[in-house]
């Protein structure tokens, strides 16, 4: 038997079968023999990949097994491999393992618990974030008795400096370490980080400490720090610096750890996304319905959807008609009628009638798959903003080393003896780090994060506050964030001598027996306007065109006008030029007849928030570009852009196109917020500079963007484009006074003037000050007067 | 003992480092690799200096490119 023939002979849908459920074998394959042919799939879960380097890599060390062939993709975390049955999936999962992930087998059965501990897991810290928190409450909990022993002479026994020293050199060695090492690291190719500044006065500090206390006079007991405000020239070795290095220390993990823990988790907009798929489909297997979880769906698989439903995954419409609501992810706020043959895209909710759908695409292949992985392509591809604090110390250190390398050689030249001159020098160098440094940063965006949550805007990435690139352009998604994303009744237009009560009555009633989204805007609108509905008797659903029924006994027809049309029903002229007119704008005209004859055209559209108008108002005064971004088509959305007065308009753009529009407006020069709801606006979230999210909208959305409008309105948009420059305003504001005290006391320092006293001071201003200054972000107001 | 140092792009995170490390450590005489991921630097410390084509070939054999030794 040849290799093919082999091939040929395992039923089409045994493959997928053994992929999907992680069976070694499928019983066919195994009686049908020679080892070299028998090839079987798995498909594995693999954990730790961080980019997209990350897939490649795995693909090629799996390919190096002899006869196996990977694709791993990183969106969704799945690697598809064939293998020879010369190999166990054990002998996978140990490659996987050595090149530096996991790897997981697939779960035969849904294991609920385990996810639930997997999802728990993750809401801890991360490695990174925990090592930080460990490091910080070590240091915090050595430098307060250190730095109290130091700066309070009462509590200085005999020998106290030497307590001090033991307490000290585990901050300064263990607690600094990661500052150590990034200075380390910079240095390597010549670069100076804020990093360099924190361990170059730490270093400087405690190396000093030791120096005074074995080779100079601190340490000999009965050792005292004086309350003068200047010292003897030449009495430096009498003095030592360790609540400099551990408050220091001490003082930026603190604000290390705060902002990592703020930081947004990876791959969390991921999960969102992913989620909103259907967790299991009614499948339709030998003329019996079944319900298995969706991820044992294979192509081809014929599947039902009920009204009311999510479509399980892409697929080919095989019977039935509906209306399906594919909002979330196209941003089109009009249902699309589906029949035989139209294809249909997962996680979307079928709105009408039950429908037969052949599957055609799953899993990763889906397009909500492939939406993921849109989203973390931006996210990847985001820049890291290099950090206020590091360019300040990129300028600020070799500064301070020459300036110390001049009090050397200048004490040096004056003749005051190599030893005045080298404490001089490293006094300098002390004083360089400010302790304020590590807390301009954090503490300015704790506050301005909390001050926004009271103003209801959550802010999930805060670094972004400190992009210092001003955003000039703000591009508005339309459905959901200009509009509510809802249909409601828009307006009526009558025939003559026809009572706009009767006919709201009698279209409304027929309407508030169908579930069209259409229809429940009508019924709902009719039913404001007056009241209780009558009931409907001999109820007919035309299916994608309308619905008919008897209502206080009279025969009545709502729908297209493609519907009157089939029962000979011509619309008069002055209704057909509003059904035109309506249809021009991009809204949706729905004729209602009665007796044979048509009598009122119906508008419904998406609503327009009420604020959007005066929102967009308070974005042009803060110097800002509106553009409004839509899939809807261009009528539609000028119409939308001129009623909320926006000039610049980009529609019908494909959900997957958003984030180039994003991109190339960045490309041209302009820094972007974007504001969006739908899934179909994730990515461009991620990509826009500063990204927000409508609260009402999805949580791919959410979690993909960098702030979040709880309340979903968008005057909020404008206070958190307002908070951000504050906050940004802040940190600038901070980082000059953390470095004000201590560039003030150089020349102290400099002039070997420098004593603990002083250290400490400047430390402990420029501290508060910096707290004091963030604090001030809390009076920070809400430009909208109806808003706290 | 030689130092050099390649300029190596599209290294994104620690993933990548790792596996550039891995691949130049599998030439011979190489004793220690050093990847700096955020400035893109390479620093290989080996008994001998390296051909340069072998590292090139190690770096794209990892997924990478190597754009340059540094002097």
């Known amino acids: 038997m040849n290799t093919a023939a082999k091939f040929g002979s395992l039923p089409r849908k045994q493959a997928p079968r053994v992929e999907r459920t992680g069976t070694p074998m499928s019983a066919a394959a195994q009686n049908d023999a020679g080892p070299t042919a028998d090839l079987r799939q798995v498909e594995l879960s693999i954990g730790g990949m961080t980019c997209a380097s990350c897939p490649p890599r795995i693909e090629r060390k799996l390919g190096k097994l002899d006869g196996v062939s990977a694709t791993v993709n990183f969106a969704t975390g799945k ?20 090149t ?16 639930k501990q997997t999802a728990g897991g993750e809401e801890e810290y991360d490695e990174h974030t925990r090592s930080l928190r460990e ?71 405690f190396l000093w400490s030791l120096y005074a206390l074995f080779f100079g006079t601190a340490g000999q007991p009965g050792l005292h720090h004086g309350f003068e405000l200047t010292i003897q020239r030449g009495t430096a070795s009498a003095n030592i610096y360790l609540e400099v290095a551990t408050g220091l220390t001490a003082a930026i993990l603190s604000g290390r750890f705060f902002e990592a823990r703020s930081r947004r988790r990876a791959g969390a907009a991921l999960r969102a996304l992913l989620e909103l798929g259907a967790k299991d489909v009614a499948v339709l297997r030998d003329g019996h319905e079944q319900r298995i979880p969706i991820d044992q769906l294979a192509v081809g698989d014929v599947f039902v959807v009920r009204p009311g439903e999510k479509i399980a995954t892409d697929g080919v419409v095989q019977e039935g008609s509906s209306a399906v609501d594919a909002s979330m992810l196209t941003g089109e706020s009009v249902p699309v009628e589906v029949g035989p043959g139209d294809g249909v895209v997962g996680a979307t909710v079928n709105a009408g009638g039950r429908l037969m759908v052949r599957a055609t695409r799953v899993g990763a292949d889906t397009q909500l798959a492939q939406m ?24 600020f250190v070799p500064i301070v080393i020459v300036l110390a390398i001049g009090t050397l050689g200048f004490w040096l030249a004056a003749g005051d003896g190599a030893a005045a001159a080298f ?24 506050v301005g994060t909390g001050r926004g949550a009271q103003l209801g805007i959550l802010i999930k990435g805060p670094e972004v506050l400190e992009s210092t690139r001003r955003i000039d352009t703000v591009v508005l998604d339309k459905t959901g964030t200009v509009t509510t994303g809802k249909m409601s009744l828009h307006g009526i237009h009558l025939a003559e001598d026809v009572d706009e009560g009767q006919a709201l009555r009698l279209a409304g009633a027929l309407e508030h027996a169908s579930e069209h989204p259409i229809a429940t805007a009508i019924a709902t609108g009719a039913q404001d306007r007056v009241g209780e509905l009558p009931s409907v008797t001999e109820f007919t659903n035309r299916e994608g065109l309308g619905v008919q029924g008897v209502v206080e006994g009279r025969a009545v027809m709502v729908g297209r006008a493609t519907l009157l049309e089939q029962q000979g029903i011509i619309l008069p002229d002055d209704l057909r030029v509003a059904k035109n007119q309506a249809e021009s704008q991009g809204r949706t005209a729905v004729v209602v007849a ?45 119409a939308v852009a001129a009623e909320v007065g926006i000039d610049e308009v980009i529609a019908e753009v494909l959900p997957k196109d958003k984030v180039e529009v994003i991109t190339r407006l960045q490309g041209e020069g302009r820094v972007v917020a974007m504001v969006g709801d739908g899934v179909n606006d994730a990515a461009a979230l991620a990509q826009a500079d500063l990204g927000l999210a409508m609260g009402t909208g999805t949580d791919a959305a959410i979690e993909a963007s960098d702030l979040t409008l709880v309340r979903g309105d968008l005057r909020a948009a404008v206070d958190a484009i307002r908070l951000a420059r504050r906050t940004l305003r802040t940190i600038k504001g901070n980082l000059f006074w953390a470095f004000a005290y201590n560039v003030a006391a150089l020349p102290l320092a400099a002039l070997g003037l420098l004593n603990p006293l002083i250290a400490g001071a400047a430390m402990a201003f420029s501290s508060v ?15 909208s007067p109806q808003r706290a | 003992m030689a130092q050099s140092t390649y300029t190596v792009t599209g290294m994104t995170c620690g993933h990548c480092a790792d596996a550039v490390t891995e691949e130049i450590t599998t030439i011979a005489g190489v004793r220690q690799v050093d990847v700096d991921v955020a400035a893109g630097n390479v620093l290989v410390t080996s008994d001998n200096s390296l051909p340069i084509e072998d590292v090139r070939a190690a770096v794209t054999e990892a997924g990478f490119e190597l754009v340059e030794e540094k002097a």
């Not at chain 1, 020879?84 to 996987?96: C, I, Y």
């Not at chain 1, 530096?100 to 996810?115: H, I, Q, R, S, V």
């Not at chain 1, 600094?176 to 170059?200: C, E, Q, V, Y």
């Not at chain 1, 042009?620 to 839509?630: E, H, M």
């Open chain 1, 372 to 395: 993921a992985t849109l989203v973390e392509e931006a996210q990847n591809g985001k820049a890291d903003i290099q950090r206020l604090a590091d360019r300040v110390s990129a300028v």
């Open chain 1, 135 to 205: 490091r910080m409450l070590v240091s915090v909990g050595l430098a307060i008795p250190v730095i109290a022993l130091s700066m309070v002479p009462p509590l200085q026994f005999t020998n106290w400096q030497w307590l001090a020293l033991a307490l000290a050199w585990p901050v300064v060695v263990w607690g600094a370490w990661p500052f150590h090492k990034a200075t380390w690291a910079n240095l390597r190719h010549g670069g100076a980080t804020m990093d360099t500044l924190i361990s170059l006065g730490v270093g400087a500090a």
């Open chain 1, 423 to 446: 404490s001089t020098a490293v006094a300098v160098l002390i004083i360089a780090c400010p302790c304020g440094l590590g807390l301009a940063t954090p503490t300015a965006l704790l």
């Open chain 1, 594 to 638: 009665w007796e044979g004859t048509a009598r009122a055209v119906l508008v419904v559209a998406d609503t327009i928030k009420p604020t959007s108008a005066e929102a967009i108002e308070g974005l042009r005064a803060l110097g800002l570009r509106p553009v409004l971004l839509t899939g809807d088509n261009d009528t539609a959305a000028r």
């Open chain 1, 79 to 98: 690697a598809k491999v064939s293998y020879p049955a010369t190999l166990t999936t054990a002998d996978l999962v140990k490659v996987v393992e050595n």
């Open chain 1, 769 to 783: 000050f910096v707290v004091s200054n963030s604090l001030r972000l809390r009076r920070f107001r809400s430009s």
């Open chain 1, 100 to 115: 530096g992930y996991t790897a997981t087998l697939p779960k035969t059965a849904p294991n609920a618990e385990a996810d």
